[in-house]
Nanobody
Framework: QVRLVESGGGLVQAGGSLRLSCAAS????????MGWYRQAPEQPRELVAT???????NYADSVKGRFTITRDNAKNTVHLQMDSLKPEDTSIYYC???????????????WGQGTQVTVSS
């Protein structure tokens, strides 16, 4: 079992920045990738950004150039720096951790409790 604890959400004006963090604990050896997904009301959960233990990253087209995902393997922590925020970025952001091989998720996806990000216009 992997436990994920998120922090850093909040309210910001359009054009502003926020930084989300997610700390993993528990069976860390069972995962090799972490990332962020988001879900707006009545919308499906969507990928925002992911990063592997090797440092390979993947971003949704909608956030490329504005969001940056990084990780500290020693602390089992992943960060999402969100710049140039837009009202359409408003959502609940969920941290995720899983094992992947060649980009395919294998087995259980562990989820955090979610943190609200609200961008006002």
């Amino acid at each position: 079992q992997v436990r994920l604890v998120e922090s850093g959400g909040g309210l910001v004006q359009a054009g502003g920045s926020l930084r989300l963090s997610c700390a993993a604990s528990g069976s860390i050896g069972s995962i090799n990738a972490m990332g962020w997904y988001r879900q707006a009301p009545e919308q499906p959960r969507e990928l925002v950004a992911t990063i592997t233990t090797g440092g390979s990253t993947n971003y949704a087209d909608s956030v490329k150039g504005r969001f940056t995902i990084t990780r500290d393997n020693a602390k089992n922590t992943v960060h999402l720096q969100m710049d140039s925020l837009k009202p359409e970025d408003t959502s609940i952001y969920y941290c995720a951790a899983y094992f992947q091989q060649s980009g395919v998720i294998i087995g259980t996806i562990y989820w955090g409790q979610g943190t609200q990000v609200t961008v006002s216009s």
